[in-house]
């Protein structure tokens, strides 16, 4: 990683410790039932509502292929975690505290990771659901949900397992994907759409 990234794990890695509970939803709370449900009612109520469903259903497209593109970049360009030599020493039987104090650099609010950390697909993720929305719908919900990403990527960096330009990479990749799956469908649409039929001047029928 280049200096600048490093000051700038360094200083988010640090905010205060009041922001790790909202931190912690942010970068975990996809794994928790409670979160998982609530997003699922948010789902359907998006679906129900005709001004706001093709994007709803475009976003729920949007995030397994952006998983998907950070998953194959983590293979094919190997960048180590922030986490990851803390993670070694916790694999080779060390505690997590002994670890953490090896390491000092780093604060590690979550279970260490030491798979690659490329793009960030976490950031990719809840980048693509608001790309899809910011492109298809109007008003607060499309700022709520960049907002939401925005701060959701700020998370993995706060809890130690990302590296900012790593969350940057996954932005990019969600970003990406969603504009390529809007313009993909928004293609389709327009295809499907009857074509309206030429005008015919006066006298030139019969």
Request: net charge positive.
């Amino acid at each position: 990683m280049g200096p600048i990234d490093l000051v700038l794990f360094r200083w988010v890695n640090r905010w205060p410790d009041a922001l790790e509970p909202l931190m912690l939803l942010l970068s975990e709370g996809n794994k928790w039932l409670g979160v998982r449900v609530f997003l699922l009612v948010v789902f359907v109520a998006l679906v129900w509502q005709r001004t706001t469903r093709p994007a709803a259903i475009l976003a729920m497209l949007a995030w397994p292929l952006s998983n998907a593109l950070t998953d194959a970049l983590k293979v094919a360009w190997q960048w180590p975690r922030p986490s990851a030599p803390i993670a070694a020493l916790v694999d080779q039987g060390a505690t997590l505290v002994a670890a953490q104090a090896a390491h000092p650099d780093v604060v590690v609010r979550v279970a260490p990771l030491g798979s690659f950390g490329t793009a960030s697909a976490h950031s990719a993720n809840m980048m693509a659901v608001a790309a899809v929305f910011l492109l298809l719908t109007k008003g607060w919900l499309r700022w709520a949900w960049l907002a939401v990403a925005v701060l959701t990527g700020l998370s993995r960096v706060y809890v130690g397992v990302h590296y900012p330009s790593q969350v940057l990479f996954g932005w990019a990749c969600g970003a990406v994907t969603a504009l390529v799956l809007v313009k993909t469908w928004e293609a389709w649409v327009r295809l499907r759409s009857p074509r309206p039929a030429p005008d015919v001047p006066p006298g030139a029928a019969g």
